[in-house]
């Protein structure tokens, strides 16, 4: 399949990324694990769940391969409130491309979901893209358990 325009609204992705610092003055590479051009025929149901970001309700994927928080374009201009975006040196790509993705920032937020709560960020892509929930994070909501050896 060839790579996506970063500036193509029609298609969708789901983001994995993999691990790597969220340090403001260390450079951060991560990958597009998959893309899905139509979005609505998934083979299998997704992993979802309802969140709140700061007062509003949103789905977000849960992606257990993911390292951090994923948020397309238009899913943070329907947060209410407009929440601020800093500058983010996290770099994104499609799998196996060498072109990254327009990051438009970064963002710190509380998400609240059941009856916990915890401070988050979230990265938003330039493009439309599905909320996606790295693995930690979806285990500290007490979403996913993660079992290590």
């Known amino acids: 399949m060839a790579d996506p325009s970063p500036h193509d609204t029609r298609a969708q992705a789901s983001w994995g990324l993999f ?22 025929r998934h083979r299998k149901p997704q992993p979802t769940c309802e969140i709140d970001i700061e007062g509003s309700t949103v789905t977000a994927l849960i992606d257990t391969g993911a390292s951090v928080i ?3 374009i238009q899913q943070y ?14 770099r994104i790509f499609t799998y196996g ?9 970064k ?6 979901t059941g009856c916990r709560e915890i401070q988050a960020t979230f990265h938003v892509i330039a493009t439309e893209a599905d909320i996606l929930l790295s693995s930690h994070f979806a285990e ?3 979403l996913v358990p993660l079992h290590s050896e």
Request: charged letters at 30%; proline letters at 9%; a negative charge.
């Open 77 to 90: 201009r329907r947060l209410q409130p407009r929440l601020p975006l800093v500058n983010s040196k996290t």
């Open 107 to 112: 963002m710190s937020v509380t998400v609240k």
């Open 70 to 72: 994923v948020m397309g």
């Open 140 to 142: 500290d909501l007490g």
């Open 19 to 40: 691990e790597g610092s969220l340090e403001d003055d260390e450079e951060e590479e991560a990958f597009l694990i998959s893309y899905n051009e139509n979005p609505k």
């Open 97 to 105: 491309s060498s072109t990254p993705l327009p990051l438009k920032g």
